[in-house]
């Protein structure tokens, strides 16, 4: 014959219980968050180009202290505005607007024209200190 079990046992063996339970879906959405964070990359490439080659490249009108051709990795899904400076020539178009979509690369191309005398247009706008962009 066996023992009765005591009240005291029975709610020991229920909260052993139920402490297993929750540990498992924890362990479950760990895993889940994990994969979700791989597999949810929200960082894009741009890659910039001119003709001729060797401008700096401006992003949102701060310098990235990087020259043509650049190759900016893990940028933000996001919208900016490229721009090139370099000196003696104008850089066509001044700036182009462009979407950084997740997982994919973007490609920008800009022709340098040479300054020509009396030419008083502006040069594209930098402010501020450059962004550490990769």
């Keep these: 014959m066996t023992k009765p079990e005591s009240e005291a046992d029975i709610q020991a063996r229920r909260r052993s ?3 297993l339970i929750l540990s498992g879906i924890g362990i479950v959405l760990a895993i889940l968050w ?3 964070a791989m597999l949810h990359n929200q960082t894009g490439v741009l890659i910039v180009t001119s003709r001729p080659s060797g401008a700096e490249v401006i992003l949102n009108f ?8 650049a190759f900016l990795s893990d940028l933000p899904a996001d919208s900016f505005i490229v721009s090139l400076r370099l000196d003696g020539y104008r ?17 920008v191309t800009f022709l340098l ?22």
């Design 17 to 19: 219980v139920l402490g």
């Design 34 to 36: 994990g994969l979700w």
């Design 62 to 69: 701060r310098p990235t202290n990087l020259v043509t051709s």
């Design 91 to 107: 850089p066509i178009p001044p700036s182009q607007g462009i979407s950084v979509q997740p997982n994919e690369t973007t490609r």
């Design 113 to 134: 024209s040479p300054t020509v005398r009396g030419d008083s247009r502006p040069y594209p706008v930098v402010q501020g200190k450059p962004h550490d962009w990769q």
